[in-house]
């Protein structure tokens, strides 16, 4: 089945760096691709839609400076946490959809951010 | 717009009982509605899905859901509880739109299981 990879896992940054997490689909091209944060013991909250060769589209509150996304390629996309905070802090998820009518999109294992 | 509800936030029952988790929905459009389950520190993996045709669906595991329309519901249930059950469940739903249309996801609730 389809495949959605995110690197790293896990990463630990100090207050003020930036932090880039990839999310790639491994054996299917996606046209859009979704950014989710979670916090712990909570739901998933979408922070944008990334589109291949465009801009991406933000949600309401999110932060598109804080929050850089990249979709350079139908395989690829970034998400840039920029000059991160203790309160950035957070499980950040990817999907990806691999076309079609249903809309089954498919997870990405996570990027738990640590802003110390 | 769409939004999701599950009732409760952690369900506990003993192994080989009964599993019933509620979800209920609102979609201004026919919804496509979705189980995922979240292990740990992981993403989440697709239990079952419902998008046209049969109402009762069939998913992994031994899951199942029936889609009834009369009622918003989606509940997901499972004949007999194992302890590799245990983990985090969220419904979800999607308009009519493709795979690029966005999931709202409810929040969650965290299956137990006892021996």
């Known amino acids: 089945g389809a495949v959605v990879s995110q690197h790293p896992s896990r990463v630990i940054c100090k207050s003020g760096t930036s932090v880039k997490i990839e999310c790639r689909s491994l054996d299917f091209q996606a046209t859009t691709m979704f950014w989710y944060r979670q916090f712990p013991k909570q739901s998933l909250m979408l922070m944008a839609t990334?589109?291949?060769?465009?801009?991406?589209?933000?949600e309401q509150g999110v932060e598109k400076d804080k929050f850089l996304i990249n979709h350079a390629s139908l395989t690829l996309s970034t998400l840039t946490v920029t000059s991160a905070h203790p309160e950035d802090s957070s499980f950040y998820i990817c999907?990806?959809?691999?076309?079609?009518?249903?809309?089954?999109?498919?997870f990405g294992e996570g990027s738990r951010l640590t802003v110390l | 717009a769409q939004s999701v509800t599950q009732l409760g936030s952690h369900v506990s029952v003993s192994e080989g009982a009964l599993v019933l988790l509620r979800c209920n929905y609102s979609?201004?459009?026919?919804?496509?509605l979705f189980w995922y389950v979240q292990y740990p520190n992981q993403g989440l993996q697709l239990l079952l899905k419902y998008t046209t045709g049969a109402t009762l669906v069939k998913g992994i595991n031994g899951f199942e859901a029936e889609f009834k329309k009369s009622e918003t519901s989606f509940h997901l249930t499972k004949p007999s509880a194992h302890m590799s059950d245990a983990a985090e469940y969220f419904c979800a739903v999607s308009a009519r739109g493709g795979a690029n249309s966005k999931l709202t996801f409810g929040k969650g609730i965290t299956l137990s299981v006892r021996p």
């Open positions: 979609s201004s459009v026919p919804p496509y």
């Open positions: 990334s589109n291949e060769g465009s801009k991406a589209t933000y």
């Open positions: 999907s990806a959809g691999s076309g079609g009518t249903t809309g089954e999109l498919f």
